[in-house]
């Protein structure tokens, strides 16, 4: 293996993890080079430690492609997985619109609905004058009275059942859970009533709440700030869930979900609320059951949602680089699934890699692999791979808390694997 | 008031029996209790929202859900206004402003705290009304409700049927508390004890706290002290824990239904004859409303996946057209009284 185009390719696809420029001047790389004795088990073994890619294609374990690789790198993974510009079809006109953050989305689109209808408040802990923990009511209570701001005692399961109470007679409340993880308390109002009253009362009780919080990995929060409650929810039915990525779809999508009479669970994530993007002034509501295709490809379908979909795209360019031509798609409608979209993708490129931040078991991506199965197992060519958080417990440490969630250079690997069939 | 209190009796008892024919599966009396049910019914307006735990159809029954509306819910036929999709007793009328029966203990309350959140918000003149027993005052979300309610300064009733009993439990092992009038005061909440007995007296002490609750928009306890005559539901005996002499004594000595008759005799209101008539009658609609429930069809199998949202989704009607798939494959083994 010629060692110098190796270190070249593995140097580029080191490029975008924003690697200290040291490593990639070409004579500090050869120079390392040159220590080791070309053609030998250790050169091998130094550009993977180098890279944190694993030269060798063993690391399969029983699942597939879900494991870290072995090699611990001696670079950082990267965390900062924030894109600056997302590559997508469905951001609006590039110079018209305005430029916000992902949290001044959500509040953009929840001050329209609560303009537009009276019946609209925001119930949940620090949401009055303090704005909210993440800032996304920021404003609020000074423009429309602390009874449409709502601030709470600290009892998320009463005060989930409040809204349902709410909801049943006639107003249309939007929960806030300071942290996705905090309504596990509220597990119970949820799973036995939101989800439920509507049928059990015969269709004569509607509960047009939504749900919504940070939830997801962040930055070195712990292990119960750092919850992912997709999985645990997507059983109850009766519920709609949907995960917003981008300004652009957190507004459709907060405005989509109040206006719809289902309950909805609107989840966020911690890290992307100061994502930047370009969205358009006039008004716009997204469909809550739609997915979103982020980028046409040929090769492999690319499944995820969240936060993931940033990383994805990060991996994409590397793939591109690599000369693949990955599709993308951001599922973001979590329950139910949008298998028109998926399905629709999945005839064009037989593959199907699904990218998420759940544990690995009983996860969205556990749920969709059986869907794609069952739905459309004579389209595809390769078993379909899924990288997820381990069954862990979300660690502390900087680098361990890395290495628990799917990171770009594991992307490009697997797709590479899968591309293989 | 009366009137209702004996036609609740009656009916509480021909669905226990029933029960124990095995012509339906579950049900839970209200014996012992028919004062706080009915007098509490009586001294609301229609427009004040019940939220129910479940021992509370005498509420119901003085709303005017009608015989045939209970006899529907309980044989879950396609009369019922719950289109079958819930246990006998779990009844809900939107139109009489009573929330369906969820089972599980005490999420009402916080439920009743947010609709009164609601009608503070739309400044309207009605009240929610919350009922709860002894064992539901030790869930959380009594503790979170009366919390909120208190802090929110909205028009609620918590009205708890102390009636001494949670299936096998007592209130001396469910609390070390003076009873639940004193927790409302630790949540700044005006609180009221009463003799759920005594049919007058849960009258006047209902109206004067709506009154309260109303105009001055904040919550109210009450804790009706009462017995709880008849078993907790169908599925328990409660000779088992409790000693047969002590039901007896609260049977034939303090109940509620015959003291207001002893009263409405006193002042020669009410007689032999009137009480016989009254019984008669309720016994015969009773059990003529029964008769025909029972042989009505079931709701059909097209309602089972509607209303699980506001439109049936395609992985639900995936799921509608296998089991019809299923049903077509083995028309024999599909129940005649369910139509498709």
Same mark, same amino acid.
């Given at each position: 293996?010629?060692?110098?185009?190796?270190?070249?390719?593995?140097?580029?696809?080191?490029?975008?993890?924003?690697?200290?420029? %040291?490593?990639? %001047?070409?004579? %500090?790389?050869? %120079?390392?080079?040159?220590?080791?004795?070309?053609?030998?088990?250790?050169?091998?073994?130094?550009?993977?430690?180098?890279?944190?890619?694993?030269?060798?294609?063993?690391?399969?374990?029983?699942?597939?492609?879900?494991?870290?690789?072995?090699?611990?790198?001696?670079?950082?993974?990267?965390?900062?997985?924030?894109?600056?510009?997302?590559?997508?079809?469905?951001?609006?006109?590039?110079?018209?619109?305005?430029?916000?953050?992902?949290?001044?989305?959500?509040?953009? =689109?929840?001050?329209?609905?609560?303009?537009?209808?009276?019946?609209?408040?925001?119930? =949940?802990?620090?949401? =009055?004058?303090?704005?909210?923990?993440?800032?996304?009511?920021?404003?609020?209570?000074?423009?429309?009275?602390? $009874?449409?701001?709502?601030?709470?005692? !600290?009892?998320?399961?009463?005060?989930? #059942?409040?809204?349902?109470?709410?909801?049943?007679? +006639?107003?249309?409340?939007?929960?806030?859970?300071?942290?996705?993880?905090?309504?596990?308390?509220?597990?119970?109002?949820?799973a036995?009533?939101?989800g439920m009253?509507h049928y059990?009362?015969?269709?004569?009780?509607?509960?047009?709440?939504?749900?919504?919080?940070?939830? +997801?990995? =962040?930055?070195?929060?712990?292990?119960?700030?750092?919850?992912? $409650?997709?999985?645990?929810?997507q059983s109850v039915p009766g519920l709609?869930?949907?995960?917003?990525?981008?300004?652009?779809?957190?507004?459709?999508?907060?405005? *989509?979900?109040?206006?719809?009479?289902?309950?909805? !669970?609107?989840?966020?994530?911690?890290?992307?609320?100061?994502?930047?993007?370009?969205?358009?002034?006039?008004?716009?509501? $997204?469909?809550?059951?739609?997915?979103?295709?982020?980028?046409?490809?040929?090769?492999?379908?690319?499944?995820?949602?969240?936060?993931?979909?940033?990383?994805?795209?990060?991996?994409?360019?590397? $793939?591109?680089?690599? #000369?693949?031509?990955?599709?993308?798609?951001?599922?973001?409608?979590?329950k139910?699934?949008?298998?028109?979209?998926? +399905?629709?993708?999945?005839?064009?490129?037989?593959?199907?890699?699904?990218?998420?931040?759940?544990?690995?078991? +009983?996860?969205?991506?556990?749920?969709?692999?059986?869907?794609?199965?069952?739905?459309?197992?004579?389209?595809?060519?390769?078993?379909? #791979?899924?990288?997820?958080?381990?069954?862990?417990?979300?660690?502390? *440490?900087?680098?361990?808390?890395?290495?628990?969630?799917?990171?770009?250079?594991?992307?490009?690997?697997?797709?590479?694997?899968?591309?293989?069939? | 008031?009366?009137?209702?209190?004996?036609?609740?009796?009656?009916?509480?008892?021909?669905?226990?029996?029933?029960?124990?024919?095995?012509?339906?599966?579950?049900?839970?009396?209200?014996?012992?209790?028919?004062?706080?049910?009915?007098?509490?019914?009586?001294?609301?307006?229609?427009?004040?929202?019940?939220?129910?735990?479940?021992?509370?159809?005498?509420?119901?029954?003085?709303?005017?859900?009608?015989?045939?509306?209970?006899?529907?819910?309980?044989?879950?036929?396609?009369?019922?206004?719950?289109?079958?999709?819930?246990?006998?007793?779990?009844?809900?009328?939107?139109?009489?402003?009573?929330?369906?029966?969820?089972?599980?203990?005490?999420?009402?309350?916080?439920?009743? /705290?947010?609709?009164?959140?609601?009608?503070?918000?739309?400044?309207?003149?009605?009240?929610?009304?919350?009922?709860?027993?002894?064992?539901?005052?030790?869930?959380?979300?009594?503790?979170?409700?009366?919390?909120?309610?208190?802090?929110?300064?909205?028009?609620?009733?918590?009205?708890?049927?102390?009636?001494?009993?949670?299936?096998?439990?007592?209130?001396?092992?469910?609390?070390?508390?003076?009873?639940?009038?004193?927790?409302?005061?630790?949540?700044?909440?005006?609180?009221?004890?009463?003799?759920?007995?005594?049919?007058?007296?849960?009258?006047?002490? /209902?109206?004067?706290?709506?009154?309260?609750?109303?105009?001055?928009?904040?919550?109210?306890?009450?804790?009706?002290?009462?017995?709880?005559?008849?078993?907790?539901?169908?599925?328990?005996?409660?000779?088992?824990?409790?000693?047969?002499?002590?039901?007896?004594?609260?049977?034939?000595?303090?109940?509620?239904?015959?003291?207001?008759?002893?009263?409405?005799?006193?002042?020669?209101?009410?007689?032999?004859?009137?009480?016989?008539?009254?019984?008669?009658?309720?016994?015969?609609?009773?059990?003529?409303?029964?008769?025909?429930?029972?042989?009505?069809?079931?709701?059909?199998?097209?309602?089972?996946f509607?209303?699980v949202y506001?439109?049936?989704?395609?992985?639900l009607?995936?799921?509608?057209?296998?089991?019809?798939?299923?049903?077509?494959?083995?028309?024999?083994?599909?129940?005649?009284?369910?139509?498709?």
């Amino acid at each position: 293996m010629e060692s110098t185009a190796l270190l070249q390719k593995v140097t580029a696809g080191m490029a975008f993890r924003g690697t200290p420029a %040291s490593l990639l %001047s070409s004579s %500090s790389a050869s %120079s390392h080079v040159a220590r080791i004795k070309l053609g030998s088990r250790s050169v091998i073994r130094a550009v993977s430690r180098l890279s944190g890619l694993t030269v060798k294609a063993t690391h399969l374990n029983a699942y597939g492609f879900g494991t870290m690789p072995h090699n611990s790198t001696a670079l950082k993974t990267v965390n900062k997985a924030v894109a600056v510009k997302t590559e997508t079809g469905s951001t609006a006109t590039a110079q018209q619109g305005h430029e916000l953050l992902l949290f001044e989305a959500l509040r953009e =689109g929840l001050e329209e609905e609560m303009e537009r209808d009276p019946t609209v408040c925001v119930i =949940g802990e620090d949401v =009055g004058h303090y704005g909210g923990s993440y800032k996304v009511t920021k404003g609020m209570a000074e423009k429309f009275g602390d $009874l449409r701001l709502l601030d709470t005692p !600290i009892a998320e399961n009463s005060f989930t #059942g409040m809204a349902i109470g709410a909801a049943m007679t +006639g107003l249309r409340p939007i929960v806030e859970g300071m942290n996705m993880g905090f309504l596990l308390l509220a597990f119970n109002q949820i799973a036995n009533n939101c989800g439920m009253l509507h049928y059990t009362s015969g269709g004569q009780f509607t509960i047009p709440i939504v749900i919504r919080g940070p939830g +997801g990995v =962040g930055k070195q929060l712990g292990a119960e700030h750092s919850q992912r $409650l997709e999985s645990y929810f997507q059983s109850v039915p009766g519920l709609q869930m949907v995960a917003c990525s981008t300004p652009y779809n957190a507004k459709g999508l907060m405005k *989509a979900a109040i206006r719809s009479e289902n309950p909805v !669970i609107l989840f966020e994530h911690v890290l992307l609320y100061n994502l930047k993007e370009r969205i358009p002034d006039e008004e716009y509501v $997204l469909c809550l059951e739609e997915a979103e295709l982020v980028r046409p490809g040929q090769d492999i379908t690319i499944l995820t949602y969240s936060r993931m979909r940033h990383h994805v795209l990060q991996a994409v360019k590397t $793939l591109v680089s690599k #000369g693949y031509d990955p599709e993308v798609i951001d599922i973001r409608s979590l329950k139910p699934f949008d298998l028109f979209a998926i +399905g629709n993708s999945v005839k064009k490129t037989h593959k199907v890699l699904i990218v998420e931040e759940c544990m690995r078991t +009983g996860g969205i991506g556990a749920s969709l692999r059986a869907a794609i199965m069952e739905n459309f197992f004579d389209e595809l060519d390769a078993p379909i #791979g899924c990288l997820s958080s381990q069954d862990v417990p979300t660690p502390y *440490a900087g680098p361990l808390e890395d290495l628990t969630v799917v990171q770009p250079p594991q992307i490009v690997f697997a797709v590479e694997q899968l591309c293989k069939h | 008031m009366y009137e209702t209190m004996a036609i609740l009796q009656t009916m509480d008892n021909l669905y226990y029996e029933a029960q124990r024919q095995g012509r339906i599966s579950f049900y839970v009396t209200s014996i012992g209790e028919e004062a706080i049910n009915v007098a509490s019914a009586a001294a609301l307006s229609s427009d004040d929202l019940i939220f129910p735990q479940y021992r509370e159809q005498g509420v119901l029954l003085w709303r005017g859900f009608t015989l045939k509306d209970f006899a529907s819910q309980c044989f879950a036929n396609d009369e019922d206004s719950g289109k079958g999709r819930q246990m006998p007793v779990h009844y809900g009328s939107k139109k009489l402003n009573y929330i369906t029966v969820s089972s599980t203990v005490g999420t009402q309350l916080p439920h009743a /705290v947010g609709a009164a959140y609601s009608l503070k918000m739309a400044k309207e003149e009605a009240c929610t009304v919350a009922y709860f027993g002894d064992g539901g005052t030790s869930e959380g979300d009594f503790h979170a409700a009366m919390n909120f309610a208190s802090v929110l300064e909205v028009p609620v009733l918590f009205i708890c049927r102390n009636n001494g009993w949670a299936i096998s439990t007592p209130a001396s092992d469910q609390y070390r508390s003076d009873g639940v009038v004193v927790k409302g005061q630790a949540y700044g909440i005006r609180s009221f004890r009463v003799d759920g007995n005594d049919t007058l007296a849960m009258y006047s002490c /209902v109206q004067a706290a709506r009154k309260m609750a109303i105009e001055e928009s904040r919550p109210i306890l009450i804790e009706a002290l009462t017995y709880r005559i008849g078993h907790h539901t169908t599925s328990d005996d409660s000779s088992k824990y409790r000693s047969i002499t002590e039901m007896e004594r609260w049977k034939s000595l303090r109940d509620p239904v015959i003291r207001f008759r002893k009263w409405l005799e006193g002042n020669a209101w009410w007689d032999e004859v009137a009480e016989r008539r009254l019984r008669a009658t309720a016994r015969n609609e009773v059990i003529t409303t029964m008769v025909r429930a029972e042989i009505l069809k079931k709701p059909p199998l097209s309602d089972l996946f509607k209303d699980v949202y506001d439109s049936v989704p395609v992985h639900l009607q995936e799921q509608e057209a296998y089991v019809r798939s299923t049903v077509t494959r083995h028309p024999k083994d599909h129940p005649s009284d369910v139509p498709l």
